[in-house]
Nanobody, 125 residues
Framework: HVQLVESGGGLVQPGGSLRLSCAAS????????MAWFRQAPGKEREGVAR????????YYADSVTGRFTISQDNAKNTVYLQMNSLKPEDTAMYYC???????????????????WGQGTQVTVS
């Protein structure tokens, strides 16, 4: 089993930055691929970025490419999401997710992930 705990959300002005953290505990083989998703009120949960924990390979949604960076610190079992140049449309609840499967295929399919954190709110206003 994997436990995921997000932190780092908050209120920020447009153009500002935040860094989200996702601390993971439990079986490492259950988190070969980790991702950040977000969900705004009335909208579907969407994939933001993902990282293959073995290779460090990353991928981003078009809407955040060039502004967000996903990274990991294996010693701390933590995945980060550095968010720069934030826009009001980035406002959402942000969730960390993990899967034992590879990041290949449709990494942004939320049904691929069996482990989720409780979420952290990001508000850009």
């Amino acid at each position: 089993h994997v436990q995921l705990v997000e932190s780092g959300g908050g209120l920020v002005q447009p153009g500002g930055s935040l860094r989200l953290s996702c601390a993971a505990s439990g079986c490492t083989y259950n988190r070969n691929c980790m991702a950040w998703f977000r969900q705004a009120p009335g909208k579907e949960r969407e994939g933001v970025a993902r990282i293959a924990t073995g290779s460090g390979n990353t991928y981003y949604a078009d809407s955040v490419t060039g502004r967000f960076t996903i990274s990991q610190d294996n010693a701390k079992n933590t995945v980060y999401l550095q968010m720069n140049s934030l826009k009001p449309e980035d406002t959402a609840m942000y969730y960390c997710a993990a899967t034992p499967w590879s990041c290949g295929g449709n990494w942004a399919d939320k049904d691929k992930y069996g482990h989720w954190g409780q979420g952290t709110q990001v508000t850009v206003s």
